[in-house]
């Protein structure tokens, strides 16, 4: 996987999902939700579980894992997209994001805030739950 988040700053708060036993997730993968409180890897706009505080091996027995909810991470901007400091974020394909629009507010779907200005295909710090 590429692009993963790289924390910053805390305080930093991990809560137990359910995952599946046969697949694997790199650590610090940004993860969506599904119901009942289970993850996987994010694939595209999808509602935000969290990011995976250890790597999940596939096929090693275990069905949970613990994801930072809270925290500051560098999160990479989707290319074309262009997130202007202070605005909400989304979710975006693998470990990808973009400015939220007002219908993502109304969905649930903002993972954070972004703290600087993020171009096109380059990093900058996010703070999780900043609309939580």
Do not use: W
Not at 107 to 118: L, N
């Amino acid at each position: 996987m590429a692009n993963e988040a790289v924390k910053v700053e805390g305080p930093y708060e991990v809560h137990n999902f359910t995952v599946a036993e046969g697949t694997g997730i790199t650590q610090n993968t940004l993860c969506k939700l599904t119901d009942p409180r289970t993850a996987s890897a994010s694939d595209g706009a999808n509602v935000f579980a969290g990011i995976a505080a250890t790597e999940k091996v596939a096929s090693n027995g275990k069905v949970e894992l613990g994801l930072y909810t809270t925290g500051t991470f560098v999160l990479t901007a989707a290319a074309g997209a262009s997130i202007t400091a202070g605005m909400p974020v989304v979710l975006s394909g693998a470990n990808l994001i973009v400015q939220a629009v007002a219908a993502d507010l109304l969905t649930g779907a903002v993972i954070g805030k972004a703290k600087e200005s993020i171009a096109s295909s380059t990093t900058g710090e996010v703070t999780l739950g900043a609309f939580a």
